[in-house]
């Protein structure tokens, strides 16, 4: 095999109580990455369409995980990377994750595959560092192992596959500003309260459990952020006011999706997803601001190989 074409998918992390560490994948949207084999080693980046990307690999996250993998492992040919940029970067629906873990699995697959999609994140933490200043795996995590995912810890990069319950449709609505995670991690605190801290890890463990046992109420009673959302709130228009749209239109649940500025809601079924988009898009038509807006099943598969030379 000379050359891999595949779909590196968006994801929505943090969903509510998991902050850095739950996420889940979408099917909807993603990038369409090319990685060919070349004679001289290394990573260079090739032709980036959609988006202007950095096109030195020691800038860009695609290069730069994948350089990740290759200090581990020795190869006598090198790679180019391609990318087709659907997936808005400053979007909060893992611009930099879908192209790291892209990157990597291409690589991967062609070497041979000698680690799993779970040993990959690793390497493509270096991307998402680089993109935002944190080694984080709640974007990651989903796009290379689909579904919703937890990840027990980002030091020592302990993630787990979820399982998922099946009626589940994500909206996830995107206003036309480009929020960097890099600047709405800088406006966190570095400690929380006790009390909020006990209410997080309740939702969080709450949230888990209802996964595991298709439980669409508690699901619901437990997507609420008592520790990040409070401060991002502010960097997105309207946020309250198209959050709570979504509930009245009957969502499970919605939130900040990741660094945002995009938000997600969960519901059950596919119309009531579709109800809950056009009421939030609502929101921002009222004050003109430009949206985008997607409808997905949850993506159990995560990357997915379109074609191999
Ligand atoms: N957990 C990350 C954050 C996701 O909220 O900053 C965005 O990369």
Known sequence: MNQIELFSPASVANVSCGFDVLGFCLGSIGDI?????????????????????????????????????????????????????????????????????????????????PYTRNELIRFAMEGEALASGAAHADNLAPVLLGGFTLVRSNHSLDAIKLPNPSELIATIIHPKIEL???HSRAILKTTIPLNKATEQWGNLGAFISALYTNDYELLSRSIEDKVIEPYRAVLIPKFEETRQSALDSGALGSGISGSGPSIYALSKGRETAEKVGAAMGAVYKKINLEYQLHISEINTEGIKVLRRE
């Open 33 to 113: 990455m090319r990685v060919s084999k070349t004679k001289t080693t290394g990573v260079t980046i090739g032709k980036v369409t959609g988006q202007n990307l950095p096109m030195d690999p020691l800038k860009n996250v695609a290069s730069v995980a994948g350089l990740a993998l290759l200090k581990e492992i020795h190869s006598e040919f090198g790679f180019q990377i391609d990318i087709n940029k659907n997936i808005n970067p400053g979007s909060g629906i893992g611009s930099s994750a879908a192209s790291a873990a892209g990157a990597v699995f291409g690589i991967n697959e062609l070497l041979g595959s």
């Open 180 to 182: 960097k995670t890099l």
